[in-house]
Antibody, heavy 122, light 108 residues
């Protein structure tokens, strides 16, 4: 059974940092592209970042480049999101997602974790 | 940045057909995918690569594509289908992904 379990969310002050983790099981993590997607209160889904299976390339939503860093440890079947210089508007539920990528058909988010809540507030 | 446009809301009675559209200029070149998110739950993919249905998704869910618009169709809508639905695709580079703004499906 595929499982993705996020952790590391919580309350942080504006300008602070937080590191989210995602523990994966039930599939070949080391051959899967992985992503973070968020949903802010009252808003829709927003793609945050994606990383290739071997960590050789990372892709970010334009407005988050420079503040957020996606990484992975295939030996630990874990995905991470380092978030710096956090803003009130970064408040959201952050989801870890297993991606499905094929050159001809593109990329989609095949399976999602339950999410972890990040609240940025003073 | 690239955008996908969806109607904010669609309302149908049980047993009717719901159609949710998604428009974007890169859709003729990039596949689209659809997600269902019920209140308090994680999103679930209901259609991928325009029209493919994952195992476990009811046959009443289908997808189609025409030019710059893709459509999610739910035939014989049931009360349990009430949820937010999002389309997702990529820009022309193929490595910048976006979601539509979401459509709230209300079953009357």
């Amino acid at each position: 059974e595929v499982q993705l379990v996020e952790s590391g969310g919580g309350l942080v002050q504006p300008g602070g940092s937080l590191r989210l983790s995602c523990a994966a099981s039930g599939f070949m993590f080391s051959t899967s592209w992985m992503s973070w997607v968020r949903r802010s209160p009252g808003k829709g889904l927003e793609w945050v970042a994606t990383i290739k299976e071997d960590g050789s390339a990372q892709f970010y939503e334009d407005s988050l480049k420079g503040r957020f860093t996606i990484s992975r440890d295939n030996a630990k079947n874990s995905l991470y999101l380092q978030m710096n210089s956090l803003r009130v508007e970064d408040t959201a539920v952050y989801y870890c997602a297993r991606g499905h990528y094929e050159m001809l058909t593109g990329y989609y988010f095949a399976f999602w974790g339950q999410g972890t809540l990040v609240t940025v507030s003073s | 940045s690239y955008e996908l446009t969806q109607p904010p809301s669609v309302s149908v009675s049980p047993g009717q057909t719901a159609r949710i559209t998604c428009s974007g200029h890169a859709l003729p070149k990039q596949y689209a995918h659809w997600y269902q998110q019920k209140s308090g739950q994680a999103p679930v993919v209901v259609i991928y690569t325009d029209s493919e249905r994952p195992s476990g998704i009811p046959e009443r869910f289908s997808g189609s594509s025409s030019g710059t618009t893709v459509t999610l169709t739910i035939s014989g809508v049931q009360a349990e289908d009430e949820a937010d639905y999002y389309c997702q695709s990529a820009d022309s580079s193929g490595t910048y992904w976006v979601f539509g703004g979401g459509t709230k499906l209300t079953v009357l």
